[in-house]
């Protein structure tokens, strides 16, 4: 009887094998030091066709701001998971902490958030003990003028 050596299957079929020897690739998102895939923006900006040239340094432009901004929104979603006593970061997190801080407000501005929910916020007006300003004279004006104020 002849023995066959078991040969491990990677499970990546059609990609190339690793370099043998010393050299180890390195992917872009390494090289760059940023976690997210360098490679695959590069790809979405090529197949996209929003130029028909990518140059290198775009898709790590890329990764880069992209990364920023999630390391912002995750930071400020778990403040707010902390301040409502909560381990876990929900919908409701983040949008709290995006309509909470100025900048991102404004850059996701025309962002529906599901499950989110609105920021408390009840009008000075509609809280008890706020007295309004004019009198006898406001009564008046108020009268002659035909436009309603609300």
């Known amino acids: 009887m002849t023995a066959k050596k078991a040969t491990k299957s990677t499970g990546r079929q059609g990609r190339a094998a690793a370099p043998t020897g010393e050299e180890k690739s390195t992917t872009r998102s390494a090289r760059a030091g940023v976690s997210f895939p360098v490679g695959r923006l590069a ?27 999630c390391a912002e929104i995750l930071e400020l979603s778990g403040n707010a998971a902390r301040d409502n006593k909560k381990v876990r970061i929900i919908p409701r997190h983040i949008q709290l902490a995006i309509r ?40 008046k004006s108020a009268a002659k003028s035909a436009s309603q104020e609300f």
């Open 100 to 139: 909470n801080d100025e900048e991102l407000s404004q850059l996701l501005s025309d962002v529906v958030i599901v499950s989110g929910g609105v920021l408390p916020n009840i009008h000075a007006s509609l809280l008890p003990g706020a007295k309004k300003k004019g009198g006898k004279a406001g009564k």
């Open 43 to 69: 790809r979405y900006l090529r197949e996209g066709r929003y130029a028909e040239r990518v140059g290198a340094g775009a898709p790590v432009y890329l990764a880069a701001v992209l990364e920023y901004l």
